[in-house]
């Protein structure tokens, strides 16, 4: 969505523009919550909601809004039947589909956002999408970690102390979603509703050992938005120039390394962590430091049955219990028969978002029910909310 939004941002120069933006999904929807699409006075195009489906639709609301015959508003899709010729998403998902004029009014507080997201800092935006009083939709505010709400009005004040507390737990898991409330403010109830766009900083993939399947790993992994760090502590191997692809190439023992940046709390859940050098000085010191951390998410050792067998005989000899052990994925990797590095990368990358998206691993025609999960938003909104409901 940043790119969409600077698009805008840029386009309000010459006046409002209109922003569609996908709040809620159910089913085998395309796109997930957050995806958008701008569209000028002018007819120009950027973004998409749906992948097709219903962006003729989106873009006539979207041309409404801007000549101020249609207000802000949701509109839902959903499945259109095949023999009809109505707008529907075929596919057989439903969204909704928030649709505003962006005002030039509006371009400090939209350059502010992007800068934070430009820079890696996390950063959302909550929007009133619904509300008993219309004057209140559209409204908008952006919240920090830090609780900074420097030169908010006395709307978006209001807004904050409303969604403060569920939008800032919301950035914390970097997760994007709706959250919904009473009339009045009170938890039950639905409303008001309030979307929450959230932007973190990327994800960090950290690869010990500067080998061939490395390079193609940090590859793949930037393809998928990664952070990568490439560690190794031998200097003629651990050069930039090997590994292009990767933010940050460091010399070090990769066990050092690792408990330095966890203990600097720059790893976290997301984190994944790769031992793909098959030597025990470097993968058991470095496997011991990363199961131990609950702020790495994934980590995995590439090897033979045989090497990971004596792998963990060497990581129950330096104390490692046995549910530490129950987190390593190793041989690292889904069973597609990969064979080159950059097969195997593929692999590697498969099974680190099957891990973060509690994903099979299947094939999806041996599957059944939804093919699109929700990707963590709706359960994490409802995990955030459940304490409260208590």
Not at 125 to 146: C, E, N, S
Not at 296 to 310: E, I, Q
Not at 346 to 373: K, N
Request: negative net charge; glycine residues 12%.
């Amino acid at each position: 969505m940043a790119d969409v939004l600077r698009f805008v941002a840029d386009s309000l120069s010459t006046g409002p523009v209109a922003l569609a933006t996908v709040v809620s999904t159910s089913g085998s929807s395309p796109l997930p919550a957050g995806s958008a699409m701008a569209v000028t006075a002018e007819g120009d195009v950027v973004g998409s909601v749906s992948g097709g489906c219903v962006e003729a639709a989106v873009f006539d609301l979207a041309q409404e809004v801007l000549r101020g015959t249609a207000g802000p508003g949701l509109h839902r899709f959903g499945f259109a039947d095949a023999d009809a010729f109505e707008v529907g998403l075929t596919c057989g998902g439903a969204l909704e589909v928030f649709v505003e004029a962006v005002r030039p009014a509006q371009r400090s507080r939209l350059d502010r956002l992007l800068l934070d997201v430009g820079e890696q800092r996390a950063v959302a935006l909550a929007t009133v999408t619904a509300h008993p009083d219309p004057a209140q939709v559209g409204l908008r505010v952006m919240l920090r970690p830090d609780g900074d709400a420097a030169g908010a009005t006395a709307d978006e004040l209001r807004l904050l102390a409303l969604v403060g507390d569920d939008a800032r737990a919301m950035l914390g898991n970097g997760t994007t979603g709706s959250l919904t409330y009473g009339a009045l403010g009170e938890r039950l109830g639905d409303a008001i509703r309030v979307f929450v766009q959230t932007w973190v900083p990327a994800p960090r993939l950290i690869i010990v050992g500067a080998v061939d399947f490395s390079a193609a790993l940090a590859r793949v992994a930037k393809v998928l938005g990664y952070r990568v760090t490439l560690c190794d502590a031998r200097p003629v191997f651990a050069t930039p120039q090997r590994f292009p692809a990767a933010d940050e190439v460091v010399v070090d023992w990769p066990h050092r390394y690792l408990r330095a940046e966890i203990e600097a709390g720059r790893t976290d859940g997301r984190t994944a962590v790769c031992v793909l050098t098959h030597d025990s000085k470097f993968d058991v010191p470095a496997l011991e430091v990363a199961l131990a951390s609950g702020d790495v998410g994934y980590v995995g050792a590439m090897g033979s049955r045989r090497t990971h067998g004596d792998r963990v005989g060497r990581l129950r000899d330096a104390g490692v219990t046995d549910d530490a052990l129950a987190r390593l994925h190793s041989p690292i990797g889904l069973d597609l028969g990969a064979r080159t590095p950059e097969e195997t990368a593929v692999s590697i990358a498969a099974e680190i978002i099957a891990s973060r998206y509690a994903g099979t691993g299947r094939p999806l025609a041996a599957t059944g029910g939804d093919i699109h999960r929700p990707g963590g938003a709706v359960e994490a909104v409802e995990a955030v909310r459940a304490p409260a409901r208590a």
